[in-house]
């Protein structure tokens, strides 16, 4: 009897919480009228969503009426970025932001860049930090109206230094946007931010809900089409049962997200070592103490990644191979281009609350076999 598959990509998606399943299902029978309209089943709607959006601000420690709900987390990410540009067009048109943000937000960049607009990277050290000096002296150039980080890597987990790099943008009079996708309902989130994003299938939410927090006192204007929804920050209807799910695991997943980084952080830390022992020829890659507690990176030499995944997929282990959203063009990952490490046969490994110690064992015994087999076929034998 073959073993059970082991899911190791909660970077990506993270295997839907309990919690969410119940409030869902619940939410489906209570929560499908127009929350926006007047009759009863609608006003039901509306008690659901108001609850949702009050005990999402009470998880983030910020108002009610500065949360917004999106269609997905890269919605959030667009409508951030673009948003905060429209806001202060009087103010100039630059765009400052890390070489390894995500691609939705390097995407809202482009779009900015197409119309006219400007926008500057700031790079990041091999280790995918960010450059502080850098940063500070881009945010206090003139006509800069807005400013985006990652709160920590989806790539290779690196923890950025928001704190210090909202400091220079308040200094600088810019408002910051954090993506703090893989933080919320993980780790606390850092305070000094303008707007924030998440996902909520990255906590254990359902796909298909984002959140868009815009800060009182923040200059912002949407970039959609006037709509009345959302006060007035994305357009449309929100899927509320999902929206009701994406809330009630947010706050159990932060309520067991410290335990959480506790019990997985020892096992990344299995991961980082054995590998490196293990392996020959590969590079663990992101910052080994400023990291987040479940994720790990590494690249292993004169292996494509792209195999490499498939025969792991074979053995029963999902994982990701370089950009999580740009693999599939076979294009290198710009997060790791931007460190100047190892891209190839690269594996991020990313942890759950349904991972277990055996889970990682598993992982960790076959993978020189595998990667062994590989180097194999290629001829790349002895080097």
């Known amino acids: 009897m073959s073993a059970p598959p082991v899911y ?43 609850a949702a959006r009050e005990a999402t601000a009470q998880t983030l420690g910020v108002r009610a009426d500065e949360v917004s709900f999106t269609p997905s ?25 890390s070489a390894i943000e995500h691609s939705a937000v390097l995407h809202a960049a482009e779009r900015h860049v197409a119309a006219g607009g400007t926008a500057v990277p700031v790079p990041v050290d091999r280790a995918g930090r960010l450059d502080l000096d850098a940063w500070s002296a881009a945010v206090a150039a003139p006509g800069v109206a807005f400013a985006t980080l990652i709160g920590a890597s989806h790539e290779v987990g690196t923890v950025q230094p928001v704190p210090a790099a909202a400091a220079a943008c308040a200094g600088a009079g810019v408002p910051l946007h954090v993506d703090a996708a893989q933080l919320v309902g993980r780790v606390p989130v850092p305070a000094g931010w303008s707007v924030l994003t998440a ?144 891209s190839h046969g690269n594996v991020r490994v990313s942890l759950h609350r349904e991972t277990t110690a055996a889970d990682v064992d598993r992982f960790l015994a076959e993978l020189p076999g595998i990667v062994a087999d590989l180097r194999a076929e290629a001829g790349v034998v002895g080097l």
């Open 199 to 342: 996902s909520a299938h990255k906590w254990g939410g359902p796909p298909g809900v984002g959140l868009l927090v815009v800060r009182k006192g923040t200059r912002w204007e949407s970039p959609y089409p006037a709509d009345e929804r959302e006060s007035g920050r994305t357009p449309g209807v929100v899927n509320l049962p999902a929206v009701v799910a994406a809330a009630a695991s947010l706050r159990a997943a932060t309520a067991d997200a410290a335990a959480e980084a506790a019990r997985l952080a020892p096992l990344v830390d299995r991961i980082r070592a054995r590998v490196a022992a293990e392996v020959p020829d590969v590079e663990v890659v992101g910052d080994p103490v400023d990291r987040l507690p479940h994720l790990v990176t590494f690249s292993c030499l004169y292996v494509d990644g792209e195999a490499l995944l498939h025969a792991l997929d074979r053995r029963g282990f999902a994982v990701s191979s370089g950009s999580s959203c740009t693999s599939s063009t076979l294009r290198p990952s710009h997060v790791l281009e931007a460190m100047g490490v190892l």
């Open 8 to 50: 190791l990509d909660a970077a990506t998606a993270a295997p839907l919480h309990p919690v969410a399943r119940q409030a869902l299902l619940a939410a489906l029978d209570d929560g499908w009228a127009d929350p926006g309209r007047l009759y009863t089943q609608a006003r039901r709607a509306r008690q659901l969503l108001d």
């Open 73 to 97: 987390g890269t919605t959030a990410a667009h409508a951030a970025v673009l948003g905060g540009l429209t806001g202060r067009r009087r103010v100039g048109t630059t765009l400052v932001h």
